[in-house]
Every structure is written in C-alpha cells, then in structure tokens.
C-alpha cells in the first residue's frame, strides 16, 4: 500500500528580503516530502502573469506566504478585480495578488509575518519607498491581519524554520 503524497505547497515572498528564507522553507518543506510550487521572478505584463499565478495557485494544495516589510514588484497598472471592500484600494504588489488569488481560489493560506530582523535586503533601496512601505502595512493591517491562519510569534530563523508551518492548514508536518 502506498502512502498518500503530502500535499502540493505554493511559497509566495518577495524577491527582496525574503528569497532567502524562502529558500530555507522550501528546503524543510521538501526534505518532509512536500511538493514546492516555485514562483519565477516577473518579467512579463499582468495579464500573462495573472494566468501564470492562477495555474500555479490552483495547482496547489496550500498557499504559504511569508510576509515581510518589502512591497515587491507591483503590476503598472491598478487591479479592478480585487478592489477592497472596506478601503478601495486597488493597487496591489505581485506577493499581495498570490494572496488575493488563493483566496478567491478557496485554497488555504498560510501567512507568516516576517519580522525585519529575518529579512535579508541586499541594498537599502529593497526595502521600497516610504509610500510603497505603507501599502505592505497596510495591507497586513487591511487583509493578513483580519485573516484566520497568521502566524508572527516566531524569534528567530531557527524557530521559524523548525515550526509545523502548514499545522493551521490542517496538513501534519
């Protein structure tokens, strides 16, 4: 008798600050079987990412974000579609619309707050603008934060790395 395959997981980050981390997650994750779905870094317009980012979330069995400081990559143009009820807002960084993607997809989410000491940013200027800063609170404030399955009481890259990231989630690890 075979055993069931661990299920498929999608690790959503920005490239500035968190790709290392990102990169030490999936490793756990792998070594205890589970299946990393990788997002490639953006360098094609919105529509194609779009569909890029709705194939590979719907490919998934859960959706693990790790939330930094960092706003990221922002499509040029604002994003209709996933307007917030309660703010308007409609401008969204590629991380965030992974987020509002998995959602709409009703796969489950699990969002780690990153705290800034666990960020690795190469050059000051990764961390964004100040306005782009506002929008990554923001939206932990407006969206990650209201959410059921937020992880943030984690001291260190060890704790975090040796967490059962996906308990929440209803998957053993």
């Not at 870094?41 to 919105?46: A, I, L, P, S």
């Not at 959706?63 to 703010?87: K, Q």
């Not at 590629?94 to 509002?100: A, P, S």
């Not at 929008?135 to 969206?143: C, E, H, K, P, Y």
Request: aromatic letters at 10%; one cysteine or more; a negative charge.
């Amino acid at each position: 008798m075979s055993a069931e395959p661990l299920p498929k997981v999608f690790i959503s980050r920005t490239t500035a600050g968190l790709a290392s981390l990102a990169e030490k997650v999936s490793a756990v994750l792998s070594e205890r079987g589970f299946e990393i779905i990788h997002q490639p870094d953006f360098g094609v317009e919105w529509r194609k990412i779009r569909h890029m980012l709705m194939e590979k979330v719907r490919d998934a069995d859960v959706v693990l974000c790790l939330v930094g400081p960092a706003y990221g990559f922002a499509p040029r143009t604002t994003i209709p579609e996933f307007r917030h009820p309660d703010t308007g807002r409609e401008e969204f960084s590629y991380t965030q619309l992974e987020y509002l993607i998995a959602r709409r997809l009703n796969k489950p989410v699990v969002s780690i707050l990153v705290p800034d000491a666990l960020c690795t940013f190469a050059r000051p200027e990764d961390r964004g603008t100040p306005e782009q800063q506002q929008l990554q609170s923001d939206f932990i404030r407006d969206v990650i934060k209201k959410d059921e399955h937020v992880y943030h009481e984690f001291s260190g890259e060890a704790d975090l790395l040796g967490a059962y990231l996906l308990a929440r989630a209803g998957y053993d690890l």
